[in-house]
């Protein structure tokens, strides 16, 4: 009678013998890297060292020059540390408001812009926009809203390219604005 043909002990024997074979060679790997390498010895070449001659006198003092006093006079320390000037453009921009009502921002309207940050963050001053135009904490400043920049904390769903949602503490005042065309300038 012919031996049947086992392909499932076939197989687990491949595997097996697989398995001693990479055990073999992670241990060999493993001993190779234990052994610490030759230390080799090297040297750098240095320059010598400059030799100076110095002379003491027994002479009195130099009192300063004139023109070196001048000097020191005109020397003061700075008053305030200079910061590189801050990037400001102009842009025409489709300006709305919206208050944090449901009717402005949904039923689940809880007072929190996308950023994360309290609607009276920075006294209740600030805009959305949308992220590709102006991206998050970006300052602006809208003429007839604030004469201060306000950061941009939140974005919307119908705000998309140029246009901005200027946030109202009441809905009142949001509809007051309507809707501008305003020469918004941004800082960066």
């Excluded at 000097?71 to 489709?94: G, I, N, S, T, Y």
Aim: contains cysteine; aromatic residues 6%; charged residues 20%.
């Amino acid at each position: 009678m012919p031996k049947k043909f086992n392909k499932t002990s076939r197989l687990v024997r491949f595997a097996r013998s697989l398995l001693a074979i990479v055990a073999a060679g992670s241990l060999i790997l493993f001993v190779g890297a234990a052994r610490p390498a030759k230390p080799r010895k090297f040297s750098i070449p240095t320059m010598p060292r400059p030799t100076r001659t110095v002379a003491f006198s027994q002479k009195a003092p130099v009192a300063p020059l004139a023109a070196d006093a001048e000097l020191l006079q005109d020397a003061r320390p700075a008053a305030a540390v200079l910061q590189p000037a801050k990037k400001h453009r102009v842009v025409k921009m489709e300006v709305t408001a919206y208050c944090a009502c449901t009717k402005c921002c949904g039923p689940n309207a809880q007072g929190i812009t996308a950023s994360g940050l309290h609607v009276s963050h920075n006294g209740g001053k600030f805009v959305a926009a949308d992220n590709d135009v102006l991206a998050m904490y970006t300052k602006v400043v809208v003429p007839g809203y604030d004469s201060q920049p306000v950061p941009v904390i939140d974005r919307g769903g119908a705000i998309k390219g140029y246009k901005l949602d200027l946030y109202f503490p009441t809905h009142e005042e949001a509809l007051q604005w309507g809707r501008q065309l305003v020469d918004v300038t941004v800082i960066e």
